[in-house]
Nanobody, 129 residues
């Protein structure tokens, strides 16, 4: 069974940077689509970045230009570099993986959370002004 373990969340001041990591284990095949989501208490979980096996990275407008998603295939680790953090970035962040072959053709930040089979436990990011 695939396990995703994220880390890197912290409390920082606005304008600072953080790097989130998501280590995968137990996978026998590659993820067709990997993504980062975030969720604020009482609100729907929102996709913010995605990276497919061959598809380019995509980003929600709210993080475009500030966040960068990347993957180290050798270690099966997904990253989210977050720069110029803003108070509105405060949320619990989750990484997710889609092992359904259909994800090869459908991997973008707006792909619904329900499409992803595996999720990390969530790491909290708090940005203060």
């Amino acid at each position: 069974q695939v396990r995703l373990v994220d880390s890197g969340g912290d409390s920082v001041q606005a304008g600072r940077s953080l790097r989130l990591s998501c280590a995968a284990s137990g996978a026998t095949d590659k993820s067709f689509c990997s993504a980062w989501f975030r969720q604020v208490a009482g609100k729907e979980r929102e996709g913010i970045a995605s990276l497919g096996e061959y598809a380019d990275a995509t980003y929600a407008d709210s993080v475009e230009g500030r966040f960068t998603i990347s993957r180290d295939s050798a270690t099966d680790t997904l990253y989210l570099q977050m720069n110029d953090l803003k108070p509105e970035d405060t949320a619990v962040y989750y990484c997710a993986a889609d092992y359904d072959p259909s994800a090869y053709y459908n991997c973008a930040w707006y792909v619904p959370a329900a499409d992803f089979q595996y999720w990390s436990q969530g790491t909290r990011v708090t940005v203060s002004s």
